[in-house]
């Protein structure tokens, strides 16, 4: 079992709160993704749960069992850092042993533990080398087997990718979402990077000062965020952010006055919306060019060309940066006007105080349907 309850989670730096009243419920065998910019806390949390860093106030229950005064040892729990943390000079076999010798097992149970370990990373061919003959990648599953060996009731990785490159990132990730397949374990994984949180995650933890901002399945914060905190977080290139005025609201949506255009956007209206300024949000890719229920018109002043995609940016008469995310043929030049086109459908409203209103969309119809074999 591997199950995580943090109950009103505190901690305190003299007079400064770093986290906010935390309060999660993490299941057995769960990949939750704490994520948010440098600062917000996430990485104090997860030390926090290893053990490494103090409780201010507030309950770490692991398995049914308060664990604030346990030590990281007896917490049933293996964290993997970010810098790989490998005695230079052992072998990859004495590396993933270690923790095994230090709970004087047997010698011969600490061989079947360690090749089995090794066979599961890839690594039985390399268990004689020392670190320094090794790539950042095998490094890295080195410093994950000897996490794993010690069967631990729950994994913590802290950032465990940002030294690696980005190809390796990319590999790093689809190894890491097939060894918790292959584990079925339960894995906290903190990192700044969303593409890391959205490709890995079964819920994302967005932490923001402290707090947490929203908690989902990836596409959840996708396609319904709750703020334009989390609606500016998820999302590579970030959602657009558009000033607009609120000029009715009644049951099929929000009509709202955007550069002289009228559209209707079908969220849940609220009281007192006429007359406010809300906030539209317009993700990159939902962009056009010249079609539309609202048509916004830039001048980009940088073009990037990736090939299957182009990537115009532009800034809005308020000042406020535009984005759209094109098919790589995209006939957009540098300083001329480029229309852009959006459903209304495709559309996210926040209200003044940042709170978005609920769209009328369930995520989870959202995703592909089952193919069926041709007969």
């Not at 707090?211 to 596409?219: K, R």
């Amino acid at each position: 079992m591997g199950q995580l309850f943090l109950n009103n989670v505190q901690k305190f730096y003299g007079d400064f709160e770093v986290l906010k009243s935390i309060r999660l419920e993490v299941k057995d065998g769960e990949f939750v993704v704490f994520v948010g910019p440098s600062g917000c806390g996430k990485s104090t949390l997860l030390r926090m749960i290893a053990g490494l860093d103090s409780v201010s106030t507030g309950d770490i229950i692991i398995d049914g069992a308060r664990v604030n005064d346990k030590q990281p040892v007896e917490r049933g729990i293996a964290m993997v850092f970010q810098s790989y943390a490998l005695y230079p000079h052992m072998t990859v076999f004495e590396n993933i042993a270690f923790p095994l010798r230090v709970e004087r097992l047997a010698e011969d149970k600490i061989r079947e533990k360690v090749e089995g370990v090794a066979r599961i990373l890839q690594l039985d061919k390399r268990l004689q080398q020392k670190p320094g003959m090794l790539s950042g990648g095998q490094r890295q599953r080195v410093a994950i087997g000897r996490a794993i060996v010690r069967e631990p009731k729950i994994f913590l990785f802290d950032e465990p990718l940002s030294n690696l490159d980005a190809a390796l990132r990319s590999d790093m990730r689809i190894e890491l979402s097939k060894l918790h397949q292959d584990l079925k374990a339960t894995m906290i994984y903190v990192t700044h990077d969303q593409v890391e949180a959205m490709t890995m995650a079964d819920r994302i933890v967005v932490l923001n000062a402290g707090s947490i901002a929203q908690v989902g399945a990836p596409l959840e914060l996708y396609h319904k965020p709750q703020n334009l905190f989390v609606a500016g977080f998820i999302g590579n290139p970030k959602m657009n952010f558009v000033p607009v005025t609120c000029e009715a609201a009644g049951p099929e949506g929000v009509t709202v006055l955007c550069q002289g255009q009228r559209v209707l956007i079908p969220v849940a209206p609220r009281d007192n919306l006429v007359g406010k300024t809300l906030t539209l949000g317009i993700r990159p890719e939902h962009t056009h060019l010249g079609h539309g229920d609202l048509l916004i018109d830039v001048i980009p002043s940088v073009i990037e060309r990736l090939g299957v995609n182009t990537v115009a940016y532009a800034s809005l008469p308020g000042g406020e940066p535009y984005c759209a995310l094109l098919p790589g043929s995209a006939p957009v030049r540098v300083n001329e006007t480029m229309k852009t086109g959006i459903r209304a459908a495709d559309c996210h409203l926040f209200d003044a105080d940042g709170i978005a209103l609920e769209r009328h969309i369930d995520w989870r119809k959202l995703e592909l349907p089952e193919v069926t074999a041709a007969e």
